[in-house]
């Protein structure tokens, strides 16, 4: 069965920095664009950043302004959210996901777990 598993998370103090890693398994999704959302407690899913199945195009949201960068290995079959200058504002559960459309996260098909980012002040 495909499977998109997350890992990296963890604890940080305020203005520290995380690495989270998801790699897929069971099949190649190298024409896929890929990408993470976001959940905090009580809140609703959020996009966080994306990127083309080429790495030509990033997409992120505003609220990361210029402090997250997200990154591919096609021959890895992984995919990179790379945080720094984290905020509390940031604690959530984050997952990664692949869309067929190759380019932009519009729908996508494929889910991971999600890891658990806490963010202490």
């Known amino acids: 069965q495909v499977q998109l598993v997350e890992s990296g998370g963890g604890l940080v103090q305020a203005g520290g920095s995380l690495r989270l890693s998801c790699a897929a398994s069971?099949?190649?999704?190298?024409?896929?664009?890929k990408g993470w959302f976001r959940q905090a407690p009580g809140k609703e899913r959020e996009f966080v950043a994306s990127?083309?199945?080429?790495?030509?195009?990033?997409d992120y949201a505003g609220f990361v302004k210029d402090r997250f960068t997200i990154s591919i290995d096609n021959a890895k079959n992984t995919v990179y959210l790379q945080m720094n200058s984290l905020k509390p504002e940031d604690t959530a559960v984050y997952s990664c996901?692949?869309?067929?459309?190759?380019?932009?996260?519009?729908?996508?098909?494929?889910w991971g777990q999600g890891t658990q980012v806490t963010v202490s002040s």
């Open positions: 990127i083309s199945w080429s790495g030509d195009r990033r």
């Open positions: 069971g099949r190649t999704f190298r024409n896929y664009a």
């Open positions: 996901a692949a869309d067929p459309s190759g380019v932009v996260m519009t729908t996508p098909t494929y």
